[in-house]
């Protein structure tokens, strides 16, 4: 009774999601970006380097500062990467790193997922109330 009370009502923002994903994605392409500049005349363990730093930096301006990631912005001035902001906003596709996530969730809802919900119908829709 007390989970289906909790999940009663459950409500996903997508804009919210969105806006933490665009926020946390440009640290997770810092590979694909190394790789467009050592593809550009970098030095790799420079670039590296200079990833790590300015993650680093970029990190502290939206956990401690507030504000938001300019992990693009600083490895655009920076000229060891000799990338544009353009080039790097390329690299801001999230379908670029989910992997396998999508097939594997598929997979789970039809394997697991589908089977309890149908051995389960006449439990569908049912109310929970909780006092406490």
């Known amino acids: 009774d007390l989970c289906l009370n909790v999940v009663d009502g459950l409500v996903v923002y997508e804009k919210v999601i969105e806006k933490r994903l665009r926020s946390e994605l440009p640290f997770m392409a810092t590979e694909n ?9 970098g030095d790799r363990q420079e670039l590296h380097e200079r990833i790590r ?11 401690v500062n507030g504000l938001d990631n300019n992990l693009l912005e600083l490895i655009a001035k920076d000229d060891a990467f000799n990338l544009s902001l353009e080039d790097l906003q390329k690299t ?3 379908a670029k790193y989910t ?6 969730v598929d997979a789970f809802l039809k394997n ?18 909780i006092n406490v």
């Open 33 to 41: 970006i190394m790789m467009d500049a050592v593809k550009a005349g």
């Open 53 to 63: 730093e300015l993650s680093m930096e970029a990190g502290k301006n939206v956990k």
């Open 92 to 94: 801001m596709d999230p």
């Open 99 to 104: 992997g396998r996530a999508k097939e594997q």
């Open 112 to 129: 697991v997922v589908d089977p309890v919900l149908q051995a389960n119908q006449d439990l569908i829709g049912m109310k929970a109330e």
